[in-house]
């Protein structure tokens, strides 16, 4: 079972995660600390004490925006120990992400916490911590897997190296499948289920009905693999599903395309193509 420290200076924040965490069944303690000083302190009590003791730590939720040093800047300073607590960051902000699974976070989640969210990033938690135990996972204690596949609503995404897409594919045809690492867990997400891709530097989000992920692949790649899967370059930001466009719009000549509830900006170099593009495939 799980040793938690949750450090975040917003006391009622604090409690409520506290409460959360030791609702859970894999959660075996789980302790507070208002800043990242109390917080280094015990971590440092932690590992001279070794991982079978009595103060021992397993894992870190920890807040970024916080006074004095931030959760990043705590992140860092774990990184330099041979053998630190794994890192879930938990946030109201999701701008940090490409930051956060650099420095080899789990799990980044967004606030305000739910239940079901936290409950997964504890999951990915359990599993990584038995595996280096050498110990084989048990199901949870409530006989409920809060983890399974698929996307997980409100996770702003997971950096993903490694090969671009799996699947057992005929010659000439784009694999089915991209992998998605978050914390050594690999998934795989159906290339049908993405909807439409955002550009964030060298990374890449993708947008499902049911959430996002964050690979570490630029767009101009994806795009190129991706052309006969139907997938579309509106703007140098977005790579879009043509099947997955519900409305295209031409406002005081500014296009836009609404993909569910999104709204995306189309470039002028893009427009007609895509207007061509869109009549094409409504034609069947």
């Given at each position: ?108 989640v967004l606030k305000p ?14 599993d990584l911590t038995a ?154």
């Open positions: 079972m799980l040793r938690v420290l949750a450090v975040d200076d917003e006391k009622p924040a604090l409690g409520e995660l506290l409460y959360l965490l030791r609702s859970d069944p894999r959660v075996r303690s789980a302790d507070g600390a208002t800043d990242a000083t109390e917080a280094l302190r015990r971590i440092s009590r932690a590992l001279d004490a070794g991982p079978d003791g009595e103060d021992g730590i397993d894992v870190v939720f920890l807040d970024i925006h916080m006074a004095g040093l931030t959760g990043l800047d705590v992140a860092r300073l774990l990184a330099e120990f041979a053998r630190p607590p794994l890192i879930v960051f938990v946030t109201a902000h999701e701008g940090f992400a490409v930051q956060a699974f650099d420095l080899k976070a789990v799990d980044y916490v739910r239940r079901e969210r936290l409950a997964e990033a504890v999951r990915r938690v359990s595996v280096a135990r050498g110990v084989r996972q048990s199901p949870p204690a409530n006989g409920v897997d809060t983890g399974g596949g698929g996307a997980v609503p409100d996770r702003p995404g997971s950096a993903a190296t490694g090969p671009l897409v799996t699947g057992s594919t005929a010659p000439g045809t784009a694999p089915e499948q991209i992998p998605v690492e978050l914390g050594g867990v690999t998934r795989f997400v159906p290339i049908d289920e993405i909807a439409y891709v955002e550009a964030q530097g060298d990374y890449a989000r993708l947008h499902t009905a049911e959430g996002s992920h964050l690979v570490r692949i630029p767009l101009s790649t994806l795009e190129e693999r991706w052309a006969s899967r139907g997938f579309v370059r509106i703007h140098r930001s977005h790579l879009v599903a043509l099947g997955r466009i519900d409305e295209l719009r031409l406002d005081a000549g500014a296009t836009t395309v609404r993909v569910g509830t999104a709204e995306l900006a189309v470039s002028r170099r893009h427009a007609r193509q895509l207007r061509d593009l869109l009549m094409r495939h409504a034609r069947g």
